[in-house]
């Protein structure tokens, strides 16, 4: 009975990170699609360089809102039914799946940090908190969102084992999942750190009202 639950939550949450809410939001706005302009990428920072502060603000919310969610589904069903804990902990990597990867959107969704920040400030709030600051800190001094992500992202495992060292595995398996697929899904943006090309922010990319 557990495992047809923890099937059925796998299978929900994925479903669930497809409502990729920057698509979702243009689409609606400008009856357009997000991924044709600036980076290309269905997420918070490419609608805050497009489309400005305002509607970037709304994506971020709704897409770590679907996130809280499904770790909030997960942690219910635990209450009735008793998980085990990586089923809660395989929602989180379901959930990212589906809006990293969306099956409704030919498999070219977001980067995950909203959704990141979303599941885990539920998962382990303490941790989130710590992670979110270190990057606050980062865009504070270098004005890169995505620096700021790939940084509080990839601390994240190593914040974690701090807290529960190896008596907590699938909190580790989680967080090394979340820290490696946000490097993978950052991979351009890593490229252009490097060269010193990387947008900060402020910078804009026009983007015009096509009816499509």
Avoid at 14 to 36: E, P, Q, S, T
Avoid at 135 to 151: G, N, W
Wanted: charged share 15%.
């Amino acid at each position: 009975m557990n495992v047809m639950w923890g099937i059925l939550l796998l299978i929900g949450s994925y479903f669930i990170g497809n409502l990729d809410f920057a698509y979702i939001v243009v689409k609606i706005v400008k009856h357009d699609d997000i991924r044709n302009y600036g980076s290309g990428n269905a997420g918070t920072t490419n609608v805050l360089r497009t489309m400005g502060l305002k509607y970037a603000a709304l994506v971020l919310l709704l897409d770590a809102l679907k996130g809280t969610l499904c770790i909030a589904i997960a942690k219910y069903l635990n209450l009735i039914v008793g998980l085990d804990p990586m089923w809660i902990a395989g929602t989180g990597i379901a959930v990212l799946c589906g809006h990293n990867w969306p099956a409704l959107l030919k498999f070219r969704g977001g980067k995950g940090t909203a959704t990141s920040i979303g599941l885990f400030l539920l998962y382990d709030w303490r941790i989130a908190v710590i992670c979110i600051g270190v990057a606050l800190i980062i865009l504070a001094i270098f004005k890169m969102v995505s620096l700021a992500s790939i940084t509080g992202m990839t601390i994240l495992p190593f914040v974690t084992f701090a807290f529960w060292g190896l008596t907590n595995p699938p909190a580790l398996i989680l967080t090394i999942f979340m820290a490696v697929s946000t490097d993978v899904q950052h991979r351009s943006n890593i490229k252009r750190i490097i060269a010193g090309k990387e947008s900060k922010i402020g910078q804009h990319v026009e983007m015009k009202n096509s009816e499509k």
